[in-house]
């Protein structure tokens, strides 16, 4: 360097000139500028994020007025026993609130240890949690993510926030955390630590379609959470982070770590000691997984459950005033307690013995098929087997069938009819929609009805494998012909009800025609002469029961049957063979066991109901249906009357074979034209059963007497240890002896003198109903066999016989009228009854 004096000088006189000088000052005056622009930035900055954030927070919502608790739990359904049956549940709502006491504390401190482990002590956030998180992101090149979020702030985002998921920019991210944490602390200032983490503990998703601590103790352990292990209550402690990733039965190796992990961390907060741990570690949870894994089976309910449903939804828009939507939402997910009136145990007796192939006579396959078909014109259809039905009742017979064999047979006729088709109209199929269920036929249904309480006892809708919820259901959502069964609602109970009719009344069972001019005929083709409205009813006669509705009314006839309850008749069903069965609809099976249960009911209707009461999630009753809907149908001597007649059904009527020993029964068997639908209606002082079979498709039934073994099979099990309690005679019954072909009192030594038999026999009548008058339907002569003449009083004794005689009737009938021997004549003898006395008829001098 050079510090000569003058070098020193130059420098001097450049630092000191008047251009530098200048541009010092400026740049100072530059840099300051700069700085109180930063500042000023700086604050104004600040105040900008601070309105912001105000801004956030203003638009924040008032904790005050939020439910931070869970919404959406599956509802339960119990049955008469108080025992659960079923569960009700819609996505997102498989949850079942337990409160903080029953849930054990290692549980709770399990997940504090793995998600918040400063939970008891922070006051809504931890600020800790976000210092270490933050630092972290930092340190790792904004790569590595840890979670500072705390429980209360889980609990806001699940309950609150629940769009997260939708989230699309960081914007919208830092809205809502701020906004979080803002109500975390909130929340902490009115509620305590155990309120939020019960509801938190009742929110989280914990896989596998389980809402919350209880859900997945069930599912995943089979047990209440209140009887689970440490090691148990890691292994669900540890699947909340990532439900998919940690699933125990998915992926056990990865729910494994995550369960030492937690195990790890409550030892480190002292939750748990060292043995505690090593204990929990040895423990091999995940094979108990895996084994009540396989036990686990997808619930299709039962008939009962879908039509208890049914009624459930009903009764909430009608009763609570529902709309359809709200009221399917609230039983799927509002967490309801159904209690039912199922007896578990009949439903299962029921259950085997519709489901047995053993209990039918042979087998048919039924096809339920559906798929898309697009047309020479590209026009895509939808077609089912309903097309196949058609396509060849019109090309092969009126009398096709969509009954099959078995399977094999129905796959061959499903190909068959693609090959024809598209012979026929091109296009093609496509095989990738196709669906078929193979349906075992004949079907059967069945109902069962505690007639005193009108409770529904046990239903089942078809034979064969339930496939699905709310599946179709024979016994309640389809309606059948209900053939003679009708005769003893419709005709036999209000003759005897309202027309002053008895069970000894009688009608002539001859050739007769129904108003379209065509013959009616009996079930046997035969005539039975005059018969009583007892042999009517057991030997099911069809000519009686529809002249005795005759006299009654189509009319009146009608109006019972509507007062029994059924709600599908129509005014066109008001004629003249309604006895017979023969409506525009058709009835259900629920409806005609009611009907039938209101007999045994001594004449009182009351309403099936499937369920007493339902409460609400929080335990407080929604709909209390415990209080029967009931009205007198039928008088009480009524009811006894018909059930005395309908229990010779039973032994010397049509029905013997649905009969079992030890117990009263009474019942009524009905089928329809060509065997298209069997039916037996009977009832014991215990319950009412109605059993159905036919097609699916109305097709003939070769055989019809497997709905009697049914109705035999289910209900001597359902009584197999109860006593035989009868059925009461009523006040207001006498009995008294009758002639059967007048249905009035006998002529002793006539009517017991019939050349068939006796025709006297006593029968029961309601106090003011007994006949009066004497029979006019036999006539007893004493026959003079010289002259063949009615005798007269001077006739010998000895030559005189006692003839009985049917006056009346149609000669074609069975009943005669008898034949006088040969020789007759209807008129007093000749030879004797001028006083002569000589045997001779020839003698001239007598």
Request: net charge negative; hydrophobic share 35%.
């Amino acid at each position: 360097m050079n510090y000569n004096k003058k070098n020193a000088t130059k420098k001097r006189k450049r630092v000191m000139s008047k251009g530098v000088k200048l541009s010092h000052r400026f740049s100072l005056i530059l840099g300051r500028a700069v700085l109180v622009a930063v500042f000023v930035a700086a604050i104004i900055g600040c105040c900008v994020a601070f309105g912001i954030y105000k801004g956030i927070l203003a638009s924040a919502p008032d904790i005050r007025t939020l439910d931070v608790s869970p919404s959406g739990y599956l509802s339960t359904v119990y049955d008469c026993n108080g025992e659960e049956i079923d569960t009700l549940v819609a996505a997102g709502s498989n949850r079942q609130y337990i409160g903080i006491k029953d849930i054990p504390k290692r549980l709770q401190l399990a997940f504090v240890a793995i998600e918040d482990t400063r939970f008891y002590e922070h006051k809504g956030i931890d600020l800790k949690g976000i210092v270490r998180a933050g630092v972290t992101f930092i340190a790792s090149g904004f790569k590595s993510q840890q979670g500072a979020s705390t429980i209360t702030q889980q609990l806001l985002k699940n309950n609150v926030f629940t769009s997260w998921t939708e989230e699309k920019s960081i914007l919208q991210k830092i809205k809502r955390k701020i906004q979080e944490q803002y109500l975390a602390v909130q929340l902490e200032k009115i509620v305590d630590k155990d309120w939020i983490l019960e509801n938190y503990l009742n929110t989280i998703n914990l896989g596998q379609n389980t809402l919350g601590v209880q859900a997945a103790s069930l599912r995943y352990f089979n047990k209440d959470v209140s009887e689970l292990t440490l090691s148990e209550c890691a292994v669900i402690a540890g699947i909340t982070k990532n439900p998919s990733a940690y699933n125990p039965i998915r992926h056990p190796e990865a729910n494994k770590k995550r369960m030492e992990k937690v195990l790890r961390d409550m030892l480190s907060a002292g939750f748990i000691t060292e043995k505690e741990y090593q204990e929990a570690l040895k423990d091999d949870v995940y094979a108990r997984i895996q084994q009540i894994d396989e036990t686990v089976t997808t619930s299709n309910s039962s008939y009962f459950v879908d039509e208890l449903i049914e009624q459930v939804i009903t009764d909430l828009m009608t009763i609570k005033g529902y709309s359809e939507a709200q009221a399917y939402k609230l039983v799927y997910s509002g967490g309801l307690k159904i209690y039912s009136t199922q007896d578990t145990a009949m439903q299962q007796i029921m259950e085997a013995a519709l489901t047995d192939p053993e209990n039918y006579p042979g087998e048919k396959t039924y096809i339920n098929w559906h798929i898309r078909y697009t047309d020479a014109e590209g026009n895509v259809k939808a077609l089912s087997e309903q097309t196949i039905l058609a396509y060849y009742k019109e090309r092969k017979s009126k009398n096709y069938s969509l009954d099959y064999d078995d399977q094999e047979a129905a796959d061959a006729a499903i190909a068959g009819f693609k090959e024809d088709y598209i012979a026929e109209f091109g296009g093609e199929f496509d095989d990738s929609s196709e669906s078929v269920l193979y349906i075992p036929e004949p079907q059967a249904s069945m109902t069962i009805i505690d007639h005193t309480t009108g409770e529904v006892k046990a239903i089942v809708g078809g034979r064969g494998e339930k496939t699905g919820r709310m599946t179709l259901n024979r016994a309640s959502n389809t309606y059948r012909q209900p053939g003679s069964t009708f005769k003893v609602l419709s005709a036999y109970a209000p003759a005897l009800d309202a027309l002053g009719k008895t069970l000894a009344s009688v009608q002539d069972d001859a050739p007769y025609k129904k108003t379209d001019g065509t013959d009616l005929k009996n079930y046997d083709k035969k005539f039975r002469g005059f018969t009583t409205f007892r042999e009517g009813i057991y030997d099911s006669i069809n000519i009686v029961a529809v002249k005795t509705l005759e006299e009654v009314s189509a009319q009146v006839g009608y109006d019972y049957l509507l007062n029994f309850g059924f709600t599908s008749l129509s005014t066109q069903d008001i004629v003249q063979v309604l006895c017979l069965g023969g409506i525009t609809k058709g009835v259900s099976n629920l409806e005609l066991c009611a009907a039938y249960a209101s007999i045994a009911n001594h004449g009182t209707y009351i309403k099936p109901r499937f369920y007493t009461r339902i409460l609400d999630n929080n335990g407080n009753v929604l709909i209390d249906n415990s209080a029967t809907q009931e009205h007198r149908v039928l008088k009480e001597t009524t009811a006894w009357l018909l059930t005395n007649a309908m229990q010779d059904v039973m032994t010397i009527g049509t029905s013997p074979r649905a009969r079992f020993d030890g117990m009263s029964i009474a019942g009524k068997s009905g089928t329809t034209s060509n065997n298209r639908d069997a039916l037996f209606a009977g009832f014991t002082p215990y319950y009412t059963c109605v059993s159905w079979g036919g097609y699916d498709d109305n097709s003939v039934m070769k055989s019809t007497g497997y709905v009697k073994d049914l109705w035999r099979i289910v209900m001597s099990q359902i009584h197999k240890d109860l006593p035989d309690l009868g059925f009461p005679m009523p006040e207001g019954i006498t009995k008294v002896a009758i002639c059967t072909k007048s249905g009035l009192l006998p002529i002793e030594g006539v009517c017991d003198c019939d050349p068939r038999g006796s025709c006297v026999r006593e029968e029961y009548f309601e106090i003011g109903t007994v006949p009066t008058e004497y029979c006019n339907h036999h006539i007893g002569l004493k026959i003079c066999t010289m002259s063949g003449c009615v005798a007269s009083a001077n006739c010998p004794e000895y030559m005189c016989i006692q003839k009985v005689f049917i006056i009346g009737g149609d000669p074609m009938s069975a009943d005669g009228p008898y034949l006088a021997p040969e020789g007759f004549e209807d008129e007093v003898c000749p030879i004797h009854r001028d006083g002569n006395t000589n045997d001779n008829p020839d003698d001239p001098n007598p």
